[in-house]
């Protein structure tokens, strides 16, 4: 099964599909795209389908730069992050819980850094998300 709840490739995810979805975490996913929106301007949005396994991401950039990926699951969302060494330590550092702590030790090396996903699933994991998008931001 992939990652993404949305997994047929021919189906390219749009916001009617999330929002039914994600049911009453629509809310949470909702006030991410608001902080966002408020912080970041000129966000890209763009739908990525990299392997069958990971299913549909939806990609947000900045200036050139992928901020995150939101992985839409059943009721639930998660967000991917790829973070540099300096991000890492400060993270690790940070009032984050202790959960996304361990799934930051315990990342997957890439060439373009660590890779690690935070579940959300009320408002300390949306703001721990917030923290860790401030982190990315200024590192």
């Known amino acids: 099964m992939a990652t993404s709840i949305f997994d047929d490739k021919s189906i390219i995810p749009n916001h009617n599909m999330v929002d039914t979805i994600l ?3 629509k809310a949470l996913w909702d006030k991410l795209k608001f902080h966002v929106a408020e912080n970041y301007h000129g966000i890209i949005q763009e739908w990525k389908m990299y392997s069958k396994k ?8 900045h200036k050139k730069r992928t ?19 300096k991000a890492i330590d400060t993270a690790l550092q940070s009032s984050i819980s202790e959960g996304i702590k361990e799934a930051i030790s315990d990342a997957d090396v890439c060439a373009m850094g660590h890779t690690f996903l935070a579940t959300v699933n009320n408002e300390h994991d949306l703001n721990d998300v917030i923290t860790l998008l ?3 931001n200024e590192s």
């Open 23 to 25: 049911d009453d975490k």
């Open 54 to 61: 990971t299913g549909w991401n939806l990609v947000f950039k």
């Open 67 to 85: 901020l995150f990926y939101f992985v839409p699951c059943d009721n639930y969302f998660m967000i991917a992050f790829v973070f540099g060494a």
């Open 134 to 136: 401030r982190i990315k």
